[in-house]
C-alpha cells in the first residue's frame, strides 16, 4: 500500500553539527507534509509543515525540503543541540485534509 | 488553556474487559482523532472526527469504537480488549481549514494500555 516511511531509524551525531533526516513518500496525491518531533513518554509536537506547492521551508533552526519529483521531503536542523535528541516523524496529508499517515520514525541522537 | 487531556494514563485490562479512554481539548478544534503507537511502528490512525456528530474510520479500526457527541470530547471504546491492543494510545486535535488542509495536530500526553 502507500505509504510514508523513512530512509534510516537512526542518526547519530555531534553536538554543533547539522542533521538531515529523509523521508519518501509514495503517495503522488499527498498535498501537504508534517513533520513531528517525540520525546521519550511524550505525545509527538509540531516543529514544521509544508504544502506540496512550496519547495522549501524555513523555521527556527530547522528547514523542510520536499522534491515531488522524487517524493522525497527532508528536515535539516541547524547546529544540532543534545535537546534535539529524539524520534522525527514525517506525516503525509491524505483524504482531502480528513487524515494524515505517519512514518515510522528516525531516532536522532546528539552526543556533546 | 488545558490544550488536548487524556485520562488515565496508564491502564491494565485482562483479555475481554471493556473499557473507554478519554479524550478532550479546550481549544474549540473541529477536528479530533485517535492513534496508537506501537514500538517500530509509528503512529497509525485508528479513528477521527471532523466535527460533532460525525466520525470516520482510518487505518486500524477494528476493535475500537468512537463517538463524537460535543465539539470537546472524543473518547475510544474498547468493546472487548485483545493482547494485540497493548499499545499507547494519543488523542489529537487541530483546527481543519475548510477541510483542505490539516493544519497542526496537538497531542495529548498518552495511554499506555497493557491487555493481558
Known amino acids: 500500500g502507500e505509504s510514508v516511511g523513512l530512509h534510516l531509524p537512526t542518526l547519530s551525531v555531534q553536538e554543533g553539527d547539522n542533521s538531515i533526516i529523509n523521508c519518501a513518500y509514495s503517495?503522488?496525491?499527498?498535498?501537504?507534509f508534517i513533520w513531528y518531533k517525540q520525546e521519550s513518554g511524550k505525545g509527538p509536537q509540531f516543529i514544521i509543515d509544508i504544502r506540496s506547492n512550496m519547495d522549501k521551508r524555513q523555521g527556527q533552526r530547522v528547514t523542510v525540503l520536499l522534491n515531488k519529483t522524487v517524493k522525497h521531503l527532508s528536515l535539516q536542523i541547524a547546529a544540532t543541540q543534545p535537546g534535539d535528541s529524539a524520534v522525527y516523524f514525517c506525516?503525509?496529508?491524505?483524504?482531502?485534509?480528513?487524515?494524515?499517515?505517519f512514518g515510522k520514525g528516525t531516532t536522532l541522537s546528539v552526543s556533546s | 488553556n488545558a490544550g488536548v487531556t487524556q485520562t488515565p494514563k496508564f491502564q491494565v485490562l485482562k483479555t475481554g474487559q471493556s473499557m473507554t479512554l478519554q479524550c478532550a481539548q479546550d481549544m474549540n478544534h473541529e477536528y479530533m482523532s485517535w492513534y496508537r503507537q506501537d514500538p517500530g511502528m509509528g503512529l497509525r490512525l485508528i479513528h477521527y472526527s471532523v466535527g460533532a456528530g460525525i466520525t470516520d474510520q482510518g487505518e486500524v479500526p477494528n476493535g475500537y469504537n468512537v463517538s463524537r457527541s460535543t465539539t470537546e470530547d472524543f473518547p475510544l471504546r474498547l468493546l472487548s480488549a485483545a493482547p494485540s491492543q497493548t499499545s499507547v494510545y494519543f488523542c489529537a486535535s487541530s483546527y481543519s481549514m475548510g477541510g483542505q488542509h490539516l493544519r497542526e495536530q496537538y497531542f495529548g500526553p498518552g495511554t499506555r494500555l497493557t491487555v493481558t
Open positions: 506525516a503525509e496529508n491524505i483524504q482531502a485534509g480528513t487524515a494524515l499517515i
Open positions: 503517495n503522488s496525491a499527498s498535498d501537504y
